[in-house]
């Protein structure tokens, strides 16, 4: 593919300003429709060393107000380096009516070694390029416009750049022993490329080769690129396409929560007894973790007052504070809602070696979100999988992963509810919304019945607990957690 | 002072657990009254290592509601070392009515090398001093509640406990050679110590030392200090300290901003030229900015409409995208409102080679916000100094900062708002407000004035950019710019 582009295109001076001029004052218009419309952007570049990304981001940039819009790059930082590789990338999509440009995106994977300098087997490979794909695809179908370039210079005209690099003693230090390399093996180098845009050019998300030999008709070519594409986004959004109206399906068996024993209790004397010893065990477990640089999510869902926040309380109790966070999830930010669902999830993942326990989590996606109408039906359909996505992408890391369902019933719950009205220390943990969510009991249960069917996966099972007990449910999840880490550690 | 401290203090297990249990139950109230009335508070610990920090922390957090509560790890991260040393701390800050708690503080500066391992000199060492000592003040001066605890243990039991780690291979490696040597030099260490202690000691800053060789006894004095410190920061805010009311100042001079010659121009032919060379050699500047590691902050500040934008982009036109970014400033949101008023700021300054340019900034306080009531006038007098302290802290850091004040007259203000007004593309840049703060044009003038006089400091001075004409005030801010950084790289 590489090898077929035409690298003798070029474009004369003059031509090329008044080109650029218009496409300049262009884009300065289309940027208030991306602001008004709500559009986010991400424009990425990928390509040869020295292929002229830095002017061709830096022309890009020109007309736009630096209100809105980022230039990132993407060299990993050290905490990058600690996190699922999909982690900094999340982290930089654009909010919408903004437009991030990424300097670099996925050309790393294409060479035979990770980040970190180890060999990378065809099933790692693989991985990658499914989680890229995965990525891609969230953004897209979030409304994200993504454009990619590649650019592409001849082996001889690199040659020369690095040159003129190198001859000034400013500049010299642009170049090292990798980019040599890369002239060097230049053939090599052009298979793993083409790899990596064949891999990675889906169905609204393909890469754009940009002729690059000549800078003034690559600055071109990406502004047409960039400012036809925004005009058809913006076509598209005033004249979307009708969806089709599908009927809600209905289950016909007893959801599987009301199958739950919840009568299941423990005895006072063996409570404390086993609460001491895997109290413990998990305390020197996360000693071990952090020593193994291995990371541990678990989640907690469940009905209100169903008891998540003493559960978690139990399980951090011994453990070192600086090796775990906790983090309570309530309803997004104005920031939160211009990205991906996920994205402030993500952002919270823990650093390799650590632990992040969520009190509520992304399932509100297809939990709370989808009874009261907060998302489109197709987005709550698309979520299964995008969680399935991330908590793999996340399990390819090496993090291992927890999630408790904490049961109570009815009964219990008004129990509970009425104890904490009148405890003053415990009023503020009650209000409105949570008897109005009671009412909504048999949706929640409908609900969490197509959740553990779609998103209970080898690499991270749900398990429900029965918690009309608090304590044989604390038990329970410190059990789980501890026989598990042993297991995987 | 720390020789002097009686470490046989010891808390039999008994009372330990029924003291315990009253002072948590006592905190879990006293957080509900954090989180009401909105203080922020910050609890840091130093000492000796293996002093008991974790344990400590781990006891302290077990009441606390996870949504309001953060602890940190403070060992530099890779992107600290590529900031002034105050920058991760300032980003820790606690928001109002959540509760920061460090892990380690200060006791870094206490060692005769730097985080880089480079010896510091008494200067650098005072400069530390200082610079912490202002950053506390401000927390402190800005309704923080700060407390500080020293854990401090004896030679003897430190070598037991690290014995007992090292037995452990799961905890082993916790004790890494730095710490063996603290036990072998402790003597010297404790002078180091001490020295930190009583620079870092200023009124309502103050290090509490806590006897830790008895773990048990340790937990319940920071725990007492934890309850009456808030106790006290409570009663404290219900019954406010009466100030006493100055009258505002009258200057009697006319504003200096008034004496600036608006008729400079420059002629169309000079003004091509000089920006040619002008943008090429900043270009150039710019990599060797980031080869030497040396960052720099340029401000804007002036009138509505004098230009800013403009004058920006001309300074950005041919640098790196990937080496500046421009940091437009509006008003606070919520969260940042929660926060001192320089954390947004010290956010944003650029990590050591790179360049960020403020259009508008942390001068708001001293401008709009002094003229619209939006900040008491005991906190905009306090802001020159703090101002002053964190633009010396960059500068000790080796930044390099321009601060220009785009000037021009009200006719020409006139003119451009009405253009504004009639053009599509530019229509989003003028509101009421602008014209509203025309009418307070003299007061601009007169916090102006004050502004250049107490800010404008050695180490960051101030420029007037005469800005009538465009062209002219573009062709001197490159002048100012491109003159300093070749002076000082």
Known sequence: MLEKTDLSLTLDKKVYKSELKALKSRLEELQLKIIDMKIPVLIAFGGWSASGKGTSIGQLVLPLDPRCFNVYTMSPSHDDLYHPFLWSFWNKTPEKGRIAIFDRIWTRLALPEDDHGIKLTDKERDGFYYDVNSFEKQLTDDGCLLLKFFMHISKDEQKRRFKDLIKNSDTAWRINAEDLEQNKQYDKYIKYFNEMINETSKPGCEWSIIEADDIRYAVVKIYRIVVSSIEAEIERRLNPPALPQKPEPKSKTKPILSLVDLSKTIDEDEYDKKLDIYQNKISELGYKLYAKRRSVVIV?????????????????????????????????????????????FNKKMPKDGHITIFDRSWYGRVLVERIEGFCTREEWMRAYKEINDMEQHLSNNGTIIFKFWLQIDKDEQLKRFKLRQENPLKQHKINDEDWRNREKWDMYDLSADDMFAKTSTPYAPWTIVESNDKKFARIKTLEIITSELERRL
Chains 1, 2 share one sequence.
């Open 300 to 344: 907690y869902e469940g009905s209100d007052a169903a008891g998540k926040g003493g559960n978690i309380k139990r399980v951090t109790a011994k453990l070192d504070p600086r090796g775990y966070e906790v983090v309570p999830v309530a309803a997004p930010t104005l920031e939160e809602k211009n990205h991906h669902f996920l994205w402030r």
